[in-house]
């Protein structure tokens, strides 16, 4: 049963630290996403990534936020310098596009706290 | 612009009723699908379903069925003999296939609460 991982589940740092949250995309996706979810602003698009070239970040606060992919069964999502109102939880989902099916499968997510 | 509207932010029924969760959208594509994803206590996004917007056959899968009516936006999600199981938040979401991207636009979600 192919899943999308992500590590770690649970994070609590402190204003200032960096945090970095990691997605390991189903076996063979080449589409791989970040979203954001708060109370406020409900789940949100962060960035995207087809066959690791980064498509779209416009959804980033690009001071502090950067999202990479090293390899094909890695995603990175890196917070430098962390604020309190980051705190949320991460998703990362990963797609076959072009496959037989467009379907987004959600890893677990990432439930952040800055404090 | 697309957008996908939950008028329904909670509801609450009492177990074995039957319960339908609705959903709106807005889009100028002529292709596009839409998803219902259910984020139980536990947090995990997980797919129901996909339909894309040439197919307006409704669909049921034991329980859950959905009506997807293209002349009024809809894509409303109904259970049938409710469980405290199906107490979740549920999500409807949109992507467009002409952008190439097929990124998710999400509503803002309807907590079910189903009480024994």
């Known amino acids: 049963d192919a899943r999308v991982t992500q590590t770690p589940r649970h994070k609590v740092t402190e204003m200032g630290q960096e945090v970095t949250m990691r997605c390991q995309p189903i076996?063979?996706?080449?589409?791989v996403f970040w979203y954001r979810q708060t109370m406020m602003q409900g789940l949100e698009l962060l960035a995207y990534?087809?066959?690791?070239?980064?498509?779209?970040d416009s959804g980033m606060p690009k001071d502090r936020f950067s999202a990479e992919m090293p390899d094909a069964t890695l995603a990175t999502l890196k917070i430098q310098p962390s604020e309190p109102r980051d705190s949320a939880v991460y998703f990362c989902?990963?797609?076959?596009?072009?496959?037989?099916?467009?379907?987004?499968?959600f890893g677990p997510g990432t439930r952040l706290t800055v404090l | 612009a697309q957008k996908v509207t939950q008028a329904q932010t909670e509801i609450s029924v009492v177990e074995k009723e039957d319960v339908t969760l609705d959903c709106v959208y807005e889009?100028?594509?002529?292709?596009?699908?839409l998803f219902w994803y259910k984020q139980p206590p536990s947090g995990e996004l997980v797919f129901l379903i996909r339909?894309?917007?040439?197919?307006?056959q409704n669909e049921i899968s034991g329980r859950y069925s959905w009506n997807f009516q293209k002349s009024t936006s809809s894509f409303n999600f109904t259970i049938t003999a409710s469980q405290v199981v199906d107490s979740a938040v549920y999500f409807c979401?949109?992507?467009?296939?002409?952008?190439?991207?097929?990124?998710?636009?999400f509503g803002t979600g309807t907590r079910l609460t189903v009480i024994p």
């Open positions: 889009t100028r594509d002529t292709t596009y699908y």
């Open positions: 990534f087809r066959n690791r070239a980064p498509l779209d």
């Open positions: 076996l063979g996706h080449n589409t």
């Open positions: 989902a990963s797609v076959n596009r072009g496959g037989t099916t467009d379907t987004q499968y």
């Open positions: 339909r894309n917007s040439f197919d307006e």
């Open positions: 979401a949109l992507s467009e296939a002409q952008t190439g991207a097929n990124n998710l636009f």
